[in-house]
């Protein structure tokens, strides 16, 4: 799931990256592309209870041009820092695994 810097929530448009790697486990620059708003200044991504989901290097290179900050970490971990956090972020928890 996404949830956009409004606040809105929205399923994650996982196919982006499937097409690209052939599975949803690694974010793709199409992916990347798809999650940055202007103005966002984090991205936290709920990496799964595993910690598997990653981002390409295409994609990190993606987010840090446009002055994005990434912080990965296990789902169950990224929910409570979501919770405490301000400002403006955007945040991608994988849910399934």
Do not use: Y
């Not at 409004?6 to 196919?15: A, F, P, T």
């Not at 910690?51 to 900050?69: I, K, M, P, T, W």
């Amino acid at each position: 799931m996404v949830i956009r810097l409004d606040g809105s929530i929205n399923k994650r448009k996982k196919k982006l990256s499937k097409a690209v790697h052939g599975t949803s486990h690694l974010i793709s620059l199409a992916e990347a592309q798809h999650l940055f708003e202007d103005g966002a200044c984090l991205l936290l991504i709920g990496t799964g209870q595993q910690g598997l989901v990653r981002l390409d290097d295409e994609a990190l290179a993606f987010l840090r041009r446009q002055g994005c900050a990434i912080l990965p970490m296990a789902t169950p971990q990224a929910i409570l820092v979501w919770n405490a956090a301000s400002g403006p972020l955007i945040g991608l928890f994988h849910v399934t695994c």
